[in-house]
Every structure is written in structure tokens, then in C-alpha cells.
T-cell receptor
Framework: NAGVTQTPKFQVLKTGQSMTLQCAQD?????MSWYRQDPGMGLRLIHY???????DQGEVPNGYNVSRSTTEDFPLRLLSAAPSQTSVYFC??????????????FGAGTRLSVL | KQEVTQIPAALSVPEGENLVLNCSFT??????LQWFRQDPGKGLTSLLL???SQREQTSGRLNASLDKSSGRSTLYIAASQPGDSATYLC??????????WGAGTKLIIKP
């Protein structure tokens, strides 16, 4: 099993550019989420999805967009990159909501720098 | 608003020692608490999950305890090994069934 696959692993953008971070899981999990991890801070939830066609905002959604057309894929779009979006981004999946006692599986992360 | 704190931010101990990592949270109304391990350049791996009705969970050399009334959890690592070097994060499940995360403790085990 591949688990959760994130691409790319590294990316450098210029301010104002847009890009999509890809996330795919092969465990047939309903719940998928995107987090960002900044130095000295805990992971913060950006967006999440409880199933195909259903998405919702997390703690820090501004500047990001998501969609969930299939159970497997949950891409994260940066609409107009800003230096404040420099971070490490993690995608995760679980059978149901993460905080309901379900084990989450994480991708290896995407390290993004915005110049 | 739930806040999760992990102190210390970094810890270095000699191999073979038993050690305790701490996690505190401000709101005792949690559904569960989870401990994760993060290795450099890799994703997070779930170590232990404690439901709100439980007091502790064990897996191998790891033991996690939960005291909701005091807002604390500890992760006990017995007979530490260099391979235990990693960052350990705790996260609590809140009333919205989302995880609220601590910033982690970076653990270094010296051979």
C-alpha cells in the first residue's frame, strides 16, 4: 500500500504565482485534511473533507482552495502565493473525522518557499 | 479555545534512560488524545491513541497516560534508544472532532 502520497516534495514560488499541491490516498478513507506546519507551532488545519464533494474550512483557510471530486484525491490550491504561505504542508487521511478517535495517516509533506 | 502545550521544546538524554514527555491542554472537554512521532523530512506516524474514558495506553516501550481533570498527558519511553530520536507531538480531539496540536518536543538520544 502506498498510503498517502504528496507531490511535489519541494517547491519554490514567486509572490503572486499559483500552484496546486497534490494529495492521493489508496485506503478508501472518507476523511482527508490539509495542515500547515510552521516552526515553533503545532499543525494548523487549513481545509478538510468528509467525503467526495464535501469540503469545509479549518483554522487557517484564507488564500487556499480545495475540492474533492473523488475519494482518492484532495488537491490544495494556492491562489496567489504570499511569503506568509512559506511552510511545510501535510496531507492526511483517516476512515472518519480525525478528532473522533480515528488514526490519521500522513503524507511525507511538501516544503514550500514563497519568495 | 483549546490550546495544547508541550514542554520542553527539546530534550537530550543518554541512551538507556527512561524519559517522560509532557503535553498539557487548557480545556478538559476532549474526546481523545493522540501521540505522534515525526522524523525529519517525513510525515507523522501515530503512536498511541487514548480515548477520553481511558487513563493510559501502552505499545511496546511506550506508555501514554491521560488525566483530563488536570489537563495533562505524559508519554513515557522506557530504555531509550538512538532510534527514538525524533520530534514527538500530541494532539487532542476537540468538540468539532478535529485535532488541536502541540508544537512538539524534539528528542535526541545520545549513544
Amino acid at each position: 500500500n502506498a498510503g498517502v502520497t504528496q507531490t511535489p516534495k519541494f517547491q519554490v514560488l514567486k509572490t503572486g504565482q499559483s500552484m496546486t499541491l497534490q494529495c492521493a490516498q489508496d485506503m478508501n478513507h472518507e476523511y482527508m485534511s490539509w495542515y500547515r506546519q510552521d516552526p515553533g507551532m503545532g499543525l494548523r488545519l487549513i481545509h478538510y473533507s468528509v467525503g467526495a464533494g464535501i469540503t469545509d474550512q479549518g483554522e487557517v483557510p484564507n488564500g487556499y482552495n480545495v475540492s474533492r471530486s473523488t475519494t482518492e484525491d484532495f488537491p490544495l490550491r494556492l491562489l496567489s502565493a504570499a511569503p506568509s504561505q512559506t511552510s511545510v504542508y501535510f496531507c492526511a487521511s483517516s476512515p472518519r473525522l480525525a478528532g473522533d478517535g480515528n488514526i490519521q495517516y500522513f503524507g511525507a509533506g511538501t516544503r514550500l518557499s514563497v519568495l | 479555545k483549546q490550546e495544547v502545550t508541550q514542554i520542553p521544546a527539546a530534550l537530550s538524554v543518554p541512551e538507556g534512560e527512561n524519559l517522560v514527555l509532557n503535553c498539557s491542554f487548557t480545556d478538559s472537554a476532549i474526546y481523545n488524545l493522540q501521540w505522534f512521532r515525526q522524523d525529519p523530512g517525513k510525515g507523522l506516524t501515530s503512536l498511541l491513541l487514548i480515548q477520553s474514558s481511558q487513563r493510559e495506553q501502552t505499545s511496546g516501550r511506550l506508555n501514554a497516560s491521560l488525566d483530563k481533570s488536570s489537563g495533562r498527558s505524559t508519554l513515557y519511553i522506557a530504555a531509550s534508544q538512538p532510534g527514538d530520536s525524533a520530534t514527538y507531538l500530541c494532539a487532542v480531539g476537540d468538540s468539532n472532532y478535529q485535532l488541536i496540536w502541540g508544537a512538539g518536543t524534539k528528542l535526541i538520544i545520545k549513544p
